[in-house]
């Protein structure tokens, strides 16, 4: 009978360990790979879904939405002050292209909704904006901060590789205008 | 008169005091969701700024589950450094002690089978040797019988 009990607690602990090392390969198998890291081993992948609530009006709006026109996705918080400094130029990029169908979407991050209200309106932002405080967009990008802007082609593809910090920056203007092209003729 | 007054105020002004949180325990009971450590443990710029909403909530005399709340309302149940008690979320509250409980079942069995076996063994083997097989003693009996005889 003890012997019996002893066998049946050993098979009991090895399937525990088992079941709970296949849960570790499970986890590391199914681990979602942000976009970044395949754009920048030159892949396209489709852009990351999502559905937010609208931080400029009231409701809720897609990524969907913008399945044919070509977008600039930029990634921003209120706390962060190259978020500022890049806002002027992403306004003035989205009322130079908006007629060539060309769309700035804002996405902010982590952040506290009133804030962002009062960034955006501080920072004349007139282009969509929606909130993600919780950041679930920041793993399915795999952003590693903020700022950060990418480019979604009229496929839903994303195309050229992203720019990370502000794209008022010497060195990434140069790269963000010529994305922008690339993203309106793509 | 005076006195009565001020104690009436004492009387007011106390409870509501007491009822504050305090924005430090709160600090440590919410998650910077850009660093992923508490808010106390971070200087992260996100942290410094859901700290000051806190102090203020605070200078409001907010409850602790109010601030809580809100900030659940803006960064999700992730804000918070120990799971909420609903859900799926129970595993985690529930498994360290039932891990406890199992450890201590499978000591106590091993420790009461451990000295029932001494007990055995001490009563089998009161001149310090090992108990002979039946067999054996008879065998050994019967080789002294005959040696005797």
């Given at each position: ?186 | ?56 909530r ?8 109010q601030i809580k709340d809100e900030l659940v309302a803006q ?75």
């Amino acid at each position: 009978m003890a012997g019996r009990l002893k066998v049946a607690a050993q098979v009991v602990a090895l399937a525990l360990v088992a079941g709970l090392f296949a849960l570790l390969v499970w986890k590391v198998a199914t681990q979602e790979e942000g976009a970044a890291p395949k754009l920048g081993r030159g892949e396209t992948p489709a852009a990351p879904a999502f559905h937010l609530d609208r931080l400029d009006r009231p409701g809720k709006l897609s990524l969907a939405a913008y399945r044919g026109r070509p977008v600039v996705l930029n990634f921003w918080a209120s706390w962060c002050v190259p978020c500022k400094q890049e806002a002027p130029l992403l306004e003035s990029v989205w009322r130079r292209y908006r007629d060539r169908g060309l769309v700035v979407l804002g996405v902010d991050i982590n952040d506290l909704r009133g804030d962002a209200r009062r960034f955006a309106r501080q920072n004349k932002m007139s282009y969509p904006l929606v909130y993600d405080g919780p950041g679930k967009t920041t793993t399915q990008y795999g952003l590693t901060g903020v700022p950060e802007t990418f480019f979604v082609a009229r496929s839903g593809k994303l195309v050229c590789d992203r720019v990370e910090a502000g794209v008022h920056l010497e060195g990434n203007k140069e790269r963000f205008e010529d994305c922008v092209e690339e993203v309106l003729g793509a | 008169m005076r006195f009565v007054l001020a104690l009436a105020v004492a009387l007011v002004l106390v409870p509501a005091a007491a009822a504050c949180p305090n924005a430090a325990d709160l600090e440590g009971e919410l998650i910077c969701p850009t660093c992923k450590t508490t808010l106390d443990q971070s200087d992260a710029p996100a942290a410094r700024r859901i700290k000051s909403l806190i102090r203020q909530r605070v200078a409001e005399c907010a409850s602790e589950q109010q601030i809580k709340d809100e900030l659940v309302a803006q960064f999700g149940p992730a804000v918070l450094a120990a799971p909420p008690k609903k859900g799926f979320h129970w595993i985690v509250w529930l498994l360290p002690p039932m891990g406890i409980l199992a450890a201590a079942t499978v000591i106590s069995v091993l420790v009461w089978r451990w000295s029932r076996a001494r007990g055995d063994e001490a009563v089998a083997d009161s001149n310090g040797r090992p108990p002979l097989d039946p067999e054996l003693e008879r065998r050994l009996d019967r080789e002294l019988a005959r040696f005797d005889g």
